[in-house]
Nanobody, 127 residues
Framework: QVQLVESGGGSVQPGGSLRLSCADFGQTYGTMSMGWFRQAPGKEREGVAG????????FYADSVRGRFTISQDSAKKTIYLQMNSLQPEDTAMYYC????????????????????WGQGSQVTVSS
């Protein structure tokens, strides 16, 4: 069972940084991949970054590679998304999700059941 609780997000000026956290209070940490999708108003949901919680494999969307870093603290069953050099186009609701496959973060996450999602964190980048 997956129970994801997100924290972080907020508002920042272009070029600024934010960090998102996602804790798994369920029993699946170490066996699944976790990461974030985002959805901006009027746009489809897209995968941002993912990490295999049983190892070190990661995935990044081309749009964030080099600016965002996903990491994990296994003892806390928590993943983090450090977002640097934020731009207005990064403005979106960011949703943490857990899924068996890391490659899921290359898509839109539509196949991930509702029970495997966090509550969402708003990220706003504006001057």
């Amino acid at each position: 069972q997956v129970q994801l609780v997100e924290s972080g997000g907020g508002s920042v000026q272009p070029g600024g940084s934010l960090r998102l956290s996602c804790a798994d209070f369920g029993q699946t940490y170490g066996t699944m991949s976790m990461g974030w999708f985002r959805q901006a108003p009027g746009k489809e949901r897209e995968g941002v970054a993912g990490i295999f919680t049983g190892g070190s494999s990661t995935f990044y969307a081309d749009s964030v590679r080099g600016r965002f870093t996903i990491s994990q603290d296994s003892a806390k069953k928590t993943i983090y998304l450090q977002m640097n050099s934020l731009q207005p186009e990064d403005t979106a609701m960011y949703y943490c999700a857990a899924t068996p496959s890391l490659t899921a973060f290359a898509g839109d996450g539509n196949h991930i059941p509702l029970s495997s999602w966090g509550q969402g964190s708003q990220v706003t980048v504006s001057s």
